[in-house]
């Protein structure tokens, strides 16, 4: 009886950069959690208004200096890319989602657009006093 | 033709089902709190997607290159935004929005360390893991709720 | 008579019983225009090298045996087209990632069809209709609600594309859940509670980190990653409702 054996497959560990999809994926999770540092930022920054102006205000301008800066940007760039891949995913998804004729997903993907905007300019003039 | 089979016919029967591992794959059990999690990963998505950019423009770039001054974000303004006793709920409106962002990116994020952690670990670990971080999340959205009540309930 | 153009078939060789790994053995083969990639394999059998194996049947798209990589992207080598994958002037077959390979291109399923198994894919009802009631008859929109996912033809693509199980293949995997979601939906089916109770596990539809991968490759159009979204909203709501209104939770 000969012996058989069969060839073992094992996954790359630089799976995720043999494809656009991949590559993208990989960026929308790191901004997914890229944006829990920013969520940690803003929690310093109630904490320390809480802790009084000067307390504020030393955390603000810590925040302005060029090594925070730049995290800050890289931030942003991580964070837009999730959130437009975040709405094209909900324009795909939620044909299945609904089980009945839903519309094509650039039209979801639009009216992501449109709320994006709007709630921006929303937070803009609510929160932050106009433009 | 085709007739009733005869004696009782159960549906669920079936013969094969010893020959294939589905029973051993049963019982690996469910889960309890993996729903909460992506139902507040999902939700904290949205949050994060819709409303997270602007705020970072608005609270880190806009002063710093000079679009605006800097009491635009200075103490001043956070009191004024935050005060509860502003006219339209502004006050409590500005600090429901600051409670809902830092929970949705932080219970968000933790729930995509997660993944990734686990990836790396192989899916060793990863009941610790999702703990440690989703815990971490939850700890941060009470801190946040603590903060945001502060000169208003608390 | 259409002009032949040569192209190199970078074929993945492996045999069994050697103590080898696998190779990639060349092989120059003619095509025209209209042929695809599985007829290239045939010429290869049948006239360069009659110990490649490989699995195909139909050659239509319908039967779901000749999933391959080809040029690394897991397609149906009968419904892959020679002219579209040879620009580099090669055209690299191998077996569907996440697999081990059996011999040569043949990969190895047992995963994939113990997963199958696992959700439980045929009606689950708790009595059956004797048949002089006739049969269970629906609406056309009742079909509609689960005819995407029911097309499947168990062609292991969606495996190969999705990332999850090439790094642990305990997953579920995106064929098996989508064909869960499709019997779910099915009015004749009452077995959702059973089945989302095998399929909200660790290795369920929470291992689902929504790549998307699986959709894009489907050569069916199924798109079982916005299945397995569905069934994540559906086991979320349910786990709330078992949580909250014990009695109201079976569907």
């Known amino acids: 009886m000969v012996e058989v054996r069969e060839a073992v497959w094992r996954r790359r560990s630089g799976w995720w950069t043999q494809n656009g999809h991949y590559l993208l994926f990989m960026l929308r999770e790191v901004g997914g959690s890229l944006s829990a540092v920013y ?52 324009g795909k998804s939620q044909a299945v989602m609904s089980a009945y004729r839903a519309p094509e997903w650039t039209r979801v993907f639009g009216l992501m657009i449109v709320i994006f905007v709007a709630a921006s300019v929303g937070v803009l003039f609510v929160v932050f006093g106009g433009l | 033709m085709a007739e009733e089979p005869a004696g009782t016919f159960d549906p669920r029967y079936n013969p094969g089902h010893r020959a294939i591992r589905v029973e051993a794959a049963q019982k690996e059990g469910g889960v309890v709190l993996e729903p909460f999690f992506w139902g507040l990963f999902s939700l904290g998505g949205f949050l994060t997607a819709f409303l997270l950019p602007v705020t970072i423009v608005a609270l880190s770039f806009l002063v710093p290159f000079g679009f605006w001054t800097p009491d635009r974000i200075g103490y001043t303004w956070l009191a004024s935004a935050m005060n509860p006793a502003a006219a339209n709920f502004q006050g409590l409106i500005v600090r429901l929005f600051f409670l809902l962002l830092i929970a949705g990116a932080l219970l968000h994020g933790a729930h995509r360390f997660t993944y990734m952690a686990a990836e790396l670990t192989h899916h060793r670990g990863e009941k610790g893991i999702s703990a440690l971080f989703h815990g971490l999340a939850v700890v941060g959205s009470l801190l946040a709720l603590y903060t945001v009540l502060r000169g208003w309930l608390l | 008579m259409a002009a032949e153009n040569q192209v190199v078939f970078r074929v993945r060789r492996y045999q069994p019983q050697g103590t080898k790994g696998p190779y990639y053995q060349d092989f120059r083969v003619p095509y025209r225009s209209d042929e695809v990639v ?23 798209g319908i039967c779901g045996s000749c999933g391959m990589d080809v040029n690394g992207k897991p397609r149906l080598t009968c419904g892959t087209f020679i002219r579209d994958v040879s620009p580099g002037g090669i055209v690299q077959v191998d077996p569907l990632t996440g697999f081990n390979s059996i011999k040569d291109l043949v990969a190895d399923f047992d995963p994939f069809m113990e997963h199958f198994l696992y959700v439980k894919p045929w009606v689950i009802r708790e009595k059956q209709r004797p ?17 995407q996912q029911s097309l499947c033809i168990n062609c292991t693509l969606c495996y190969a594309a999705c990332p999850v199980f090439q790094g642990d293949n305990h997953f579920v995997g995106p064929a098996s859940l989508a064909l869960a979601l499709r019997y779910i939906r099915d009015t004749r089916d009452e077995g959702a509670d059973e089945r989302l109770d095998l399929l909200s596990t660790p290795h369920g539809i929470w291992e689902c980190t929504f790549v998307g991968e699986c959709s894009v490759v489907c050569p069916k159009e199924v798109d079982p990653a916005g299945a397995i979204q569905s069934l994540k909203v559906l086991a979320t709501i ?12 079976s569907r």
């Open chain 3, 131 to 147: 048949l002089s009631e006739g049969e269970y008859t629906q609406f056309p929109e009742e079909l509609a609600a689960y005819r």
């Open chain 1, 39 to 90: 969520g940690i930022i803003l929690l310093g920054l109630l904490i320390t208004f809480d802790m009084g102006q000067a307390s504020y205000e030393d955390y603000l301008a810590f925040l302005q200096t060029p090594a925070m800066l730049a995290i800050q940007a890289v931030i942003l760039a991580f964070v837009l890319v999730h959130a437009f891949t975040w709405f094209y995913l909900i």
């Open chain 3, 238 to 249: 349910r786990h709330m409702r078992k949580l909250l209104m014990p009695k109201f939770a």
């Open chain 3, 38 to 60: 599985l007829d290239g394999l045939n010429y290869i059998k049948d006239n360069l090298d009659p110990s490649l194996t490989f699995r195909w049947s139909c050659r239509m």
